[in-house]
């Protein structure tokens, strides 16, 4: 992957960091194009992950599947208060594609660390779980923006959960959705 520079650099910022228009914050952009550089940047167990504020930014037209996964039930567990912007490099064809094998949730997000964690220009396919959120799980002060995504064929197994495509869990979460859609997607018990 590489780190590339999106604006002029802070002098406060570390070398090859880029700051906000504002300087108010330094932050790093790193363009990926497989999924280990991917789980890297956002898993918790990744060995680079991302800080508050950085950008990550996947390759057009590419679609992950589990290479190196969090876990048999889960691609990508980004708790531990991880903050920032996750995009496609084109977000209006969702041609990045998280694909979970009808095995595994994609995304499990705890905690953003009171910061907003952006998701932008992806298709959320294929997640399944026997639990919350066969797409994507949210709770436990997690500030999350979903923007231009779609959740298709994502699906919860467990009788007494829900949240096929979507679980948000607690008054603490916040999640807002901009340009999301929802094809095929179902949960067993309720709440699909």
Request: hydrophobic fraction near 30%; proline fraction near 1%.
């Amino acid at each position: 992957f590489s780190a590339s520079a999106k604006s002029t650099s802070c002098a406060d910022c570390e070398p090859g960091a880029l700051s906000t228009e504002l300087f108010t914050s330094c932050y790093f952009l790193y363009n990926v194009s497989t999924h280990e550089q991917f789980y890297n940047k956002i898993s918790r167990n990744g060995n680079s992950k991302m800080v508050h504020g950085d950008e990550i930014i996947m390759s057009d037209s590419n679609t992950f599947s589990c290479g190196t996964c969090h876990s048999s039930d889960t691609m990508f567990d980004l708790n531990g208060d991880i903050s920032g912007h996750i995009s496609c490099s084109n977000i209006n064809d969702l041609n990045c594609t998280l694909d979970g094998e009808n095995t595994r949730r994609i995304l499990h997000v705890q905690g953003t660390g009171g910061k907003v964690l952006r998701i932008t220009g992806f298709r959320f396919w294929r997640g399944r779980i026997n639990e919350r959120g066969g797409g994507i799980v949210i709770y436990n002060n997690a500030n999350v923006k979903l923007e231009l995504a779609l959740f298709q064929d994502c699906s919860n197994t467990h009788s007494s959960y829900g949240g096929g495509g979507i679980w948000v869990q607690g008054s603490s979460a916040v999640v807002n959705l901009y340009g999301i859609s929802f094809l095929s997607n179902s949960a067993y018990g309720s709440r699909g």
